[in-house]
């Protein structure tokens, strides 16, 4: 069983900055990739960011893109989240996930390429 445990979430003033943090444990913790996804009240999860496990190829929403960077430590079992220039509709649950058997980096983009998925850290960002 794999856990994910998000951290770094918080109350921030627009224009500001977080680092959010998604530590993995698990016996057997190998994964392809990992990603951020996060959701507002009322709105659907979206996809925020990604990472290849391997090679660290990286993958934005266009809205996160020059302002987000996911980056991860392989030994660490971690990725974490950079968050500058903060606006208000940024403000969401932020989620991370992992997948149980990718082989491609195919569909990264979308919540059904993962399998496992943390309780998520509340980021509020005030105008």
């Known amino acids: 069983q794999v856990q994910l445990v998000e951290s770094g979430g918080g109350l921030v003033q627009a224009g500001g900055s977080l680092r959010l943090s998604c530590a993995a444990s698990g016996r057997t913790f190998s994964t392809y990739a990992m990603g951020w996804f996060r959701q507002a009240p009322g709105k659907e999860r979206e996809f925020v960011a990604a990472i290849s496990w391997s090679r660290g190829s990286t993958y934005y929403a266009n809205s996160v893109k020059g302002r987000f960077t996911i980056s991860r430590d392989t030994a660490k079992n971690t990725v974490w989240l950079q968050m500058n220039s903060l606006k208000p509709e940024d403000t969401a649950l932020y989620c991370c996930?992992?997948?149980?058997?990718?082989?491609?980096?195919?569909?990264?983009?979308?919540?059904?390429?993962?399998?496992?998925w943390g309780q998520g850290t509340q980021v509020t960002v005030s105008s």
């Open positions: 996930a992992a997948p149980t058997s990718a082989t491609t980096t195919w569909g990264i983009e979308t919540e059904r390429y993962y399998d496992y």
